[in-house]
């Protein structure tokens, strides 16, 4: 390895080229071989020879499970370098992190939070902050801000993420709105900067988002009433007379909820705050009415 170059991960694996030069390839076969990677550099070792792909030159990471069309692997991690695309399948459970971490450890970008806190708008301005994966949980994106600020970001907590372009300091650029909640409120953190930096953010953010998808969630009218409720921020003890629900009703609906995992119950004489799951629904419930 060259000076300042330093091992990451190295594990057994597969891979294979699924878009070539910007080409789709139909002729899609896994191939068995070593997955090494360094600050600088990832290489796919086969014993027919080589290919390395320069971390400078990925723009796009994101994580996968299984499908029908790729199912010799359970997992995979979809790496978008210039015009060509790979699929990655390592052994070594830290591969993804060690990834991560070497793409997107100390960069700066541009940060406003809270950008909304509680669903209203704050007077925040955009400043510079550095970014890194979290030494203690690879869960968690840590910004440092320019004016002394530090926002923890929680990958497991974040409820829903917008991909935008908008002008920001004169200037369009690519923007994320990352709701998650600090100390149990709702707020979204706001994150732009080149659109690499950008667009390996998103992979990672939108991690959370799936795993707290809305989508395959269906709920009761008054279930729906009492997350609106909870997201618009009326206490939990206040909720039994804002709905006009009796109390024990309320209390079985907690318990469908936290069944559910949309609801995490905070005491056990039910004090109760979302889930990001439960952001999610109550944010796309209020947006229909």
Known sequence: MSDGER??????????QVVRDGRKRNDIEWLPGRVVLSNRRLVLATNQGKRTLPLSKVTSVTASQMNQSLAQVDGYVKLQAGRDVWLVSATAGAFEVELYRALLDQIVVLVRHPAVKGGVVQDTEWEKARLKLDDESDETIDLATASGTFVELDIDDVGTVEAKRKEIRGEERPLLEVEHTIDGTSVETYISGTPRHVSLVEGLV??????????????????????????S???????????????DEVERVYDRLI???????????????????????????????
């Open 7 to 16: 091992a990451l991960a190295d594990s057994k694996g597969k891979f294979v």
């Open 259 to 289: 069944e559910a995992d949309i609801l995490e119950p905070v005491r056990t004489r039910r004090e109760v705050q979302l889930e990001a799951r439960g952001r999610s629904i109550a944010g796309e419930a209020i947006a229909d009415q």
């Open 233 to 247: 921020g009326i206490s939990p003890f206040e909720i039994p007379d804002f709905v006009d629900m009796d109390i």
């Open 206 to 231: 939108r991690q959370g988002e799936r795993r707290n998808a809305a989508d395959d969630v269906d709920l009761a009218p008054e279930e729906t009433q009492v997350l609106m409720a909870l997201y």
